[in-house]
């Protein structure tokens, strides 16, 4: 029985080993409800599932969001970064073409096309999770974009779209 047990344990833990090595966002998504902090840079924002766990987890866990996308991103229309950003999120915008898309939880880390679009996304070893923290910590040292910038800009903008 306790090799039927252990066997079951073991088969489990090697499943669990191969979907992460798959797809690690999901276990990352997990590890956002027990992270203090996040960092997800997204510099084209389409997957609305990440954003909603986001968001959640800012509203009802106080979980810190910083957001670092372009300003591309955060000024199109139906724009989720910049509803990320109204809903709380710490927002950084840098030039495009800066890195691959990638989200930070305190223990794990995916990067890829998949974290902010539709596709596949890999896991972060942790050399690379190090060097994608100093990263972020290197933009995230100067002041975020106010919130009521990103809301002017945005109005702005869209008035512009709408009178041309």
């Known amino acids: 029985m306790k090799r039927l047990m252990m066997t079951v344990l073991l088969a489990a833990s090697a499943t669990s080993v191969a979907q992460l090595a798959l797809d690690p966002l999901p276990a990352v998504l997990a590890d956002v409800t027990r992270s203090p902090q996040v960092v997800w840079y997204a510099p084209q924002l389409t997957r609305a ?3 909603e766990t986001l968001r959640r987890a800012m509203v009802e866990q106080g979980v810190q969001v910083y957001l670092i996308t372009t300003e591309a991103d955060m000024y199109r229309p139906g724009s989720l970064a910049f509803h990320l950003a109204l ?10 073409g800066t890195s691959a898309p990638f989200l930070l939880s305190a ?13 596949p996304s890999t896991p972060v070893t942790p050399a690379r999770l190090a060097q994608l923290r100093r990263w972020a910590a290197n933009v995230t040292r100067r002041a975020p974009v106010p919130l009521p910038l990103l809301v002017h ?7 512009h779209l709408t009178t041309h």
């Open 153 to 159: 800009t945005w109005l702005q903008r869209v008035r």
């Open 87 to 96: 809903a709380g999120a710490t927002t950084y915008l840098v030039p495009p």
């Open 49 to 51: 599932d990440v954003a």
């Open 107 to 119: 223990q794990l880390g995916a990067e890829g096309p998949g974290v902010a679009l539709p596709g």
